[in-house]
């Protein structure tokens, strides 16, 4: 697809929509507007890229983020802090999710913080026998932090059968996890 963008430079994107949706919005919080494409939508995620407006060159370019090349997945700004929040809801009305923080450098995102809520999964090696077991009953919850270029550290992590994380406010102890030291 193409998207002439205000400057009356053409913008190339590959999209999943007939008619992807393109918004003028800061999301690098440069007070200058950027160019936001939601390029996939489906029943609880929607993929956004981004094409952010760079001063040295006078021109839109393409915004790369690590760990996904795919688009950020159902984005929020937080200008406040300089992040860029991506949430994707994988099933259980949201129990099971991935909650990613992005910080800025340059015109490029980087993964700074991550939080993943799945079912438990354990990996078993017998000789030459792999198995994987997964448990869809218990819950395993982790947030990382992945500042350090070399090593990436859990910051919090639990082990929970799904029914005890209902009656237990698990959302908010991995959010605070999540945010510990940012905000």
């Given at each position: 697809?193409?998207?002439?963008?205000?400057?009356?430079?053409?913008i190339?994107?590959?999209?999943?929509?007939?008619?992807?949706?393109?918004?003028?919005?800061?999301?690098?919080?440069?007070?200058l507007?950027?160019?936001v494409?939601?390029?996939v939508?489906?029943?609880?995620?929607?993929?956004?890229?981004?094409?952010?407006?760079?001063?040295?060159?006078?021109?839109?370019?393409?915004?790369?983020?690590?760990?996904?090349?795919a688009?950020?997945?159902?984005?929020?700004?937080?200008?406040?802090?300089?992040?860029?929040?991506?949430?994707?809801?994988?099933?259980?009305?949201?129990?099971?999710?991935?909650?990613?923080?992005?910080?800025?450098?340059?015109?490029?995102?980087?993964?700074?913080?991550?939080?993943?809520?799945?079912?438990?999964?354990?990996?078993?090696?017998?000789?030459q026998?792999?198995?994987?077991?997964?448990?869809?009953?218990?819950?395993?919850?982790?947030?990382?932090?992945?500042?350090?270029?070399?090593?990436e550290?859990?910051?919090?992590?639990?082990?929970?059968?799904?029914?005890?994380?209902?009656?237990?406010?698990?959302?908010?102890?991995e959010?605070?996890?999540?945010?510990?030291?940012?905000?």
């Amino acid at each position: 697809s193409q998207y002439t963008a205000p400057n009356g430079q053409a913008i190339y994107f590959t999209a999943d929509l007939e008619n992807p949706y393109i918004t003028l919005e800061d999301v690098n919080f440069d007070g200058l507007d950027d160019i936001v494409i939601l390029t996939v939508s489906g029943a609880s995620n929607g993929w956004y890229k981004f094409f952010v407006y760079d001063t040295v060159k006078q021109a839109y370019v393409y915004v790369h983020q690590s760990g996904d090349d795919a688009g950020l997945v159902n984005y929020e700004t937080y200008p406040e802090y300089g992040l860029i929040g991506a949430r994707a809801s994988n099933g259980n009305a949201g129990l099971l999710h991935v909650w990613n923080l992005y910080r800025w450098e340059g015109t490029d995102l980087r993964l700074i913080r991550s939080a993943v809520s799945d079912e438990w999964a354990e990996d078993i090696f017998e000789g030459q026998t792999y198995t994987n077991i997964i448990h869809g009953d218990t819950l395993r919850v982790t947030v990382r932090d992945h500042t350090d270029m070399q090593d990436e550290s859990v910051l919090w992590e639990i082990v929970i059968p799904k029914a005890d994380a209902e009656h237990r406010d698990i959302y908010s102890e991995e959010m605070n996890a999540l945010w510990q030291g940012l905000k």
